[in-house]
């Protein structure tokens, strides 16, 4: 947590989530209920205690924000791993332009990143990586009907165009409807 957070939080101007408030009640071993509704019940010299919970608190989220940034750079970089491996048989094997294993790379990472995100419930950068895998795909599909079946189709790209304004307009409707279920 932020050092500004922890201020808000002492002023009275916003609360702990209640996963921070179930790790502080845990530190100072008493419950939840405890530390919110019984201001003596923290230990003595509690200030000191409190500033070393919060700091506990705060280095295990930072630690945890790390450790999602390496999970997500160790699968980019396998995805693309996997492409230069496709790409190195293809081409140890005498194929043709088999340098589109890294155009099918480009939608296959935004899988990745859009199913990591998802399942963290880090939901900002969805739009971006829908609109990847979507333009993604577009381009893999055209290279290879161009490449393989010497069919230029580039009225494909034309699909991307309400595809981008259905992801737009989904996502404004979110975030309409999240503002709603703010303000009550």
């Not at 963290?120 to 393989?148: E, H, Q, V």
Request: include cysteine; hydrophobic fraction near 50%; charged fraction near 20%.
């Amino acid at each position: 947590m932020s050092r500004q957070a922890v201020s808000k939080w002492e002023r009275g101007e916003s609360v702990p989530d209640v996963l921070i408030l179930m790790q502080l009640a845990e530190l100072f071993g008493i419950t939840v209920n405890d530390l919110v509704c019984d201001p003596n019940a923290l230990p003595e010299n509690s200030d000191s205690k409190l500033e070393k919970a919060m700091t506990q608190v705060s280095e295990k989220a930072l630690k945890r924000k790390a450790n999602k940034n390496v999970i997500q750079a160790l699968s980019s970089t396998l995805v693309w791993f996997v492409a230069l491996l496709i790409f190195v048989v293809m081409s140890s094997l005498d194929i043709p332009r088999s340098w589109i294993a890294f155009l099918y790379a480009i939608p296959a990472d935004a899988i990745v990143q859009l199913s990591l995100r998802s399942a963290w419930g880090d939901f900002r950068w969805n739009k971006t990586l829908i609109s990847i895998l979507m333009w993604g795909g577009l381009l893999s599909l055209y290279a290879s009907l161009k490449l393989f079946v010497h069919v230029d189709i580039w009225k494909l790209f034309l699909l991307g165009i309400p595809g981008q304004m259905a992801i737009y307009l989904w996502f404004r409707m979110y975030r309409k409807r999240r503002k709603e279920e703010q303000n009550g």
